[in-house]
């Protein structure tokens, strides 16, 4: 899985051959999040962080409280989610990806 400008995501099976999903967003992608568990998570421009629950063949955007740049994305098995914005972040992004899971953001990196 491959994000990008304008929402851009590729998905490949092969490293090969890359198709272009659907996006739910055209804000600019910056990073990528697999959990191990079929859930992928992507983020990027304006806060926004973007959920697929089938691998990558269906995206939805999550509700953030940030506007953020956000440049990482990482979590854990159990969808806690941790997002780092660029230096001149003035919030720290939450989401949360499904009810009944805890979500935290760390910091903004500098």
Request: aromatic content about 6%; charged content about 15%.
């Amino acid at each position: 899985m491959v994000v990008g400008a304008a929402g851009t995501i590729l998905a490949s099976t092969d490293g090969a051959r890359w198709v272009r999903e659907k996006s739910p967003t055209t804000a600019d992608l910056e990073a990528v999040y697999a959990n191990g568990h079929g859930r992928i998570f992507a983020a990027g421009a304006g806060g926004t962080i973007l959920a697929s629950t089938d691998g990558g063949a269906a995206w939805f955007r999550l509700r953030t409280s940030s506007t953020a740049h956000l440049r990482a994305i990482s979590g854990s098995k159990s969808d806690d989610l941790y997002a780092s914005a660029s230096a001149a972040a003035s919030s720290t992004p939450r989401a949360t990806p499904r009810p009944g899971s805890r979500s935290t953001a760390a910091p903004p990196t500098i």
